[in-house]
């Protein structure tokens, strides 16, 4: 019953706080409906705004941000929103930077007075809010604060957080545009991100780098191997910049080299069966040698062909295109067609692309031909180029699929889309012309189209067929004569004129089996109810027919002997009826075409026929006449439309808009660069490794650089074992036996055994002079001798050292003891020296001369760099190991007190 009881209880208890809930969501939408956007005034939003509760500021910030999506002015609220930019809510300050980034521009004096909050927000604990007051920063635009800029982006480039360093990134070519004399250290900046260990801050410096100076290409010699490693990591929008960036790095600084190598081809099984030594034939062949790097770097191409961004996959597709072999562009095949099933903007510049491509390697998309069939749902910039695709795979086919694409065609060429119709017979032709094997079978589907009541179609495959009767006149001497019986049924007037085009065109072919002059009879008699198209193409027939005639009779004529010509005269005259042979009918055609021109409504038809008769009325200029007639035109050929695009770089926005974007491309388009010349590329040691600058570079040595320098100076120096991230000790650890007794039983941090990268351990106290306080690493006194103390701790760390294998030198404490200053450092915003009482490093600050280093206090550091090996005392206080394997960030603090603990 107790059970029941409390049971019951609860419900109870759940059942009134349901309803309290939905009592108190019912209340606050009705507030916020009454406080909606479209309904609050100038003065509820600015009275929300001016709030002290973080609840309604937002209410406020909200309605001012719809406002601005609608395009409503919100200028009236600058006051009142930058006022806010302290708030230490982080979802009030978005909103506010929103706003500034809006509205900096016109009004420069009031969002200055938010800089001196933003650079404030540059030092807050949360990175997010750091790297959301540098993007904010860097986005105002009013060039009065470039330096402030810049300075910020300094600061970013070496936040512990790569979130900041991403955004400090970003934030370099905004800073560029806002001053471009500001070059010279964004370039700086840029050098230091492009070497950073994190993906995701690599790929934003390398797009800023391409914004900025794409040119110093110096710049990427030491960081090529370390970009391309983290290519296939970085997001899309980073994967795309260092493409591009490779690519051209590549032209520039790999030469195309090719080597002769001996091919041999063993004889055939049966040749030379006397001989028997099995000699081999031996010939030479040239082959392509890769460099290792740009190897590297298609290899690091390949898994991206896997990537959600159809962009990305275009952008391998480019450097397989211009860097790789065919096998690598063989291989991008697959992805390309892949993206046929995307939406439709995505479709129509992948159909471009693979046409493209499919210009150069036909075969590789030969199995992929069912994808490239029209549908009745594609619009008409998608079945352009997929009748474009078909026709250039159409002669690589098997006859069952070029059967197959023939049908597609024919289909839609009955249909109602007028251009669809137009492009499938064109398609048709090109079939034909690409391949001849099947020119006849083209040829019968073609003819059925002329007896469609569509004038468009039989006009369109009237065009296609005379361009194939103009490949290849000899074997199509019966196509034009059953072109000429169609004249009785064709109505179409382009139709008409093109089929009167071929008789003229193919009248002097054959004189004893020629239809011209026949044909020209009958269609003397219809000529008045012909069309203009017709009459001129009917005019232009009979001139050719009587020309052929005068070549004929002076051809036939045999030369005149003298006793016989006065004979044959006097019988020419006493009998004239006699002498109508066939080609006095011609001539007699002839002048009838000519009166019925001569009256005719058309000055054009008019003019052409004067200019008929003026060259044929006198015989002299019969050979004129046939330069102007007869002369042979050049055999039509009707290229793959995107012929004319094809030199256009893969994947821009020149190839998709072709011609129409000019000769040169569109503003912006840049053609990729030659490939270096052989002996005059770059040194392929700057690749190899990092070259340090010198000191006067930056204006001061990091610690790192100066423990280098000593372990170079110091003879017999061992050097340090790999280089780690960091740790308590660093190391791994050679369990040996020492003579010092005063060194207690290492133990390892095993939970970090995963971690290959860091090795932590820590040690207990010694107890021989334990009684004195005298630790076994309690460095020496500062003032004084500390006598065998000094040695006992000179000898306990080298022996530490040499069983976890780092370099003393390279350790760090936090000043030598426990401070309990609550103060953790960021060890690369300070310059480190030689501690001479610990024997390792010690930080100061930067702005302190060299005579009189001005020392840090604190119980903890940071950092990210591989220079440094990190130690701390403890007493009776704990110690923290900090490690972020993401971002390889590590530390330690000795955490005694609150205030470290508050840090």
């Given amino acids: 019953m107790e059970t029941v009881s409390r049971i019951s209880s609860m419900l109870e208890t759940a059942r009134e706080l349901t309803l309290e809930a939905a009592h108190s969501a019912s209340s606050v939408r009705a507030q916020r409906s009454s406080y909606s956007p479209r309904n609050a005034s100038s003065s509820q939003i600015k009275k929300l705004l001016d709030s002290r509760v973080d609840r309604e500021i937002l209410d406020g910030l909200r309605k001012v941000i719809s406002m601005m999506y609608r395009s409503e002015s919100c200028l009236a609220f600058f006051s009142s929103v930058v006022k806010n930019v302290a708030n230490p809510n982080v979802e009030v300050k978005k909103l506010v930077y929103i706003y500034l980034l809006k509205y900096a521009e016109e009004e420069p004096d009031l969002a200055l007075l938010s800089i ?356 290849d006149p000899a074997s199509h001497k019966s196509t034009v004569v059953v072109l000429a019986k169609r004249l009785d049924t064709t109505t179409s007037p382009e139709a008409r004129a093109t089929i009167i085009w071929l008789v003229g065109e193919f009248a002097g072919m054959d004189s004893k089996d020629n239809i011209a002059p026949d044909v020209l009879r009958i269609l003397a008699k219809g000529f008045a109810d012909e069309s203009e198209t017709a009459k001129q193409q009917i005019l232009l027939l009979g001139a050719k027919v009587y020309l052929h005639h005068l070549l004929n009779k002076a051809k036939s004529q045999e030369p005149a002997q003298s006793s016989e010509e006065p ?122 490794e990092e070259v340090r600058g010198e000191a006067g570079e930056k204006g001061y040595i990091t610690a790192g650089e100066r423990l280098d320098r000593a372990l170079k100076e110091h003879d017999g120096a061992a050097a340090s074992g790999s280089k780690l991230n960091g740790g308590a000790v660093a190391g791994r650890s050679q369990m040996r036996a020492t ?49 065998d103390h000094s040695d006992y701790f000179a000898q306990n760390l080298k022996c530490l050292a040499t069983q976890l294998g780092f370099d003393s030198r390279r350790l760090t404490w936090p000043n030598g003891g426990w401070p309990h200053s609550g103060q953790a450092i960021i060890a690369e915003d300070f310059e480190w020296i030689s501690n001479k009482r610990t024997g390792g490093i010690m930080p100061v600050e930067r702005s302190s001369s060299s005579n009189d280093p001005k020392a840090v206090t604190y119980d903890g550091v940071v950092t990210r760099s591989p220079q440094f090996v990190l130690g701390v005392q403890g007493a009776d206080c704990p110690s923290i190991f900090l490690y972020a394997p993401e971002s390889g960030v590590i530390g330690l603090a000795h955490a005694g007190w609150k205030p470290l603990a508050r840090e």
């Fill in 116 to 471: 001196n909050t933003i650079q404030k927000s540059l030092t807050d604990q949360n990175p997010q809010v750091r790297a959301l007051a540098l993007r904010t920063m860097s986005g105002i635009r009013v060039p009065v604060i470039s330096q402030i800029v810049s300075l910020a982006i300094k600061r970013g480039c070496g936040d512990m957080s790569p979130h900041v360093r991403k955004a400090a990134a970003l934030a370099i070519p905004k800073c560029y545009r806002l001053d471009p004399s500001t070059l010279p250290q964004l370039t700086e900046y840029l050098s230091t991100l492009l070497g950073d260990h994190q993906y995701f801050v690599v790929g934003p410096a390398v797009a800023a780098f391409m914004d900025v100076c794409p040119e110093r290409i110096d710049l990427i010699h030491k960081h090529y191997r370390s970009i391309v490693r983290k290519l296939v990591d970085m997001d899309e929008w980073g994967q795309l910049a260092t493409l591009r960036l490779m690519t051209v790095y590549a032209r520039k600084c790999f030469p195309r080299r090719t080597q002769k190598v001996k091919k041999s081809t063993l004889k055939g099984f049966y040749d030379d069966e006397h001989d028997a030594s099995g000699e081999v034939e031996e010939g030479e062949e040239e082959i392509e040698v890769v460099d290792p790097d740009l190897d590297m770097f298609l290899k690091a191409c390949k898994p991206l062909l896997q990537s959600r961004n159809s962009a990305v996959i275009l952008d391998v597709v480019r450097c397989f295109r211009y860097l790789g072999s065919v096998e690598q562009l063989e291989s991008a095949v697959g992805p390309m067609v892949a993206l046929l099933r995307s939406p439709q903007d995505i479709r129509q510049i992948a159909l471009y692309n693979i046409v493209a491509i499919a210009l150069l390697i036909p075969k590789a998309f030969t199995k992929y031909i069912s994808h490239f069939l029209v549908q009745s749902t594609d619009p008409q910039q998608i079945w352009i180029l997929k009748l474009e695709l078909l026709t250039i795979l159409f002669p690589h086919c098997g006859m069952h699929m070029k059967g197959l694409i023939l049908s597609e065609l024919e289909h839609f060429s009955n249909g109602f889309d007028a251009d669809l119709v137009r492009e499938s017979v064109r398609a048709i032709g090109r079939c034909a012309q690409n391949d001849t094997s099947t020119s006849g079978k083209c040829l019968n589907i073609l003819f059925r189209q002329l007896s469609s009541v569509d004038e468009n179609l039989v006009s369109e495959a009237l065009t296609v067929i005379r361009h194939l009767i103009q490949q």
């Fill in 567 to 688: 004979k044959e005269q006097s019988e020419a005259a006493n009998s004239p009826e006699e002498s109508a042979p066939q080609e006095d009918t011609i001539t007699t055609l002839w002048r009838y075409i000519l009166l019925l021109v001569r009256y005719d409504t058309s000055y054009d038809l008019r003019d052409r026929a004067r200019l008929f008769k003026a060259l044929l009325e006198n015989p002299a200029s019969t050979e004129l006449a046939s330069l102007l007639l007869l002369a042979p035109k050049p055999v039509p050929h009707t290229p793959s439309p995107s012929e004319s695009r094809k030199d256009f770089l893969l994947g821009s926005a020149t190839l998709v808009i072709g011609s129409d974007a000019g000769v040169h491309g569109l503003k912006g388009y840049e053609s990729l660069p030659d490939w270096v010349e052989p002996g005059k590329e770059p040194d392929p040691r700057l690749r190899e």
């Fill in 739 to 787: 003579s010092i007794p005063m060194l207690s039983p290492i133990f390892h941090a095993s939970g970090l055994d995963s971690h290959r990268r860091i090795c932590a351990a820590f040690t207990g106290k010694g107890t021989s002079l334990e009684a004195n306080h005298s630790f076994s690493f309690r460095p020496p006194p500062t003032t004084g001798d500390g006598g």
